[in-house]
């Protein structure tokens, strides 16, 4: 059966770009502590017009943040969101896909022990 570092690997290479992008992800609890253990990346994938953002939370709480990307102000979209949640040695967890609304700066709750793809599809944001 595969584990949680089998998905979270897997994750990764499937959404992994060739262009970081900046962005920047703000917190509810500014503890160093927490800061440390929540992470953000965005990347763009040329070949596909598809933009990546990552998130992960090896808390064993969920967090509130707020996250901004590089978008345009007025600019939302509809993207597929993978979630993968559960306890690191959980056998039973497996990726969940939905979708989500994005704009440039969107709320969003990291579950515990989470990581978090959504991917937008053809969202060519370079100018």
Partial sequence: KPTVGYYVQKLYG???????????ISLNNTQDAVKKRIACSVVH?????DV?????????????????LPLPDNKTATA????LTGN?????????????????Q?????????FTVIRVKNYNIIN
């Fill in 45 to 49: 994938d040329s070949k596909s017009g």
């Fill in 80 to 83: 597929s969101k993978t979630l």
């Fill in 88 to 104: 690191p040695n959980d056998k039973q967890a497996f990726p969940v896909t939905d979708t989500i609304e994005i704009s440039k």
């Fill in 52 to 68: 990546m953002v990552k998130l992960v939370n090896m808390l064993p709480v969920s967090v509130k943040a707020n996250v901004e």
């Fill in 14 to 24: 499937e959404n992994s770009g060739d262009e970081y992008l900046p962005a920047s």
């Fill in 106 to 114: 969107f709320p969003y709750e990291l579950p515990a022990y989470s």
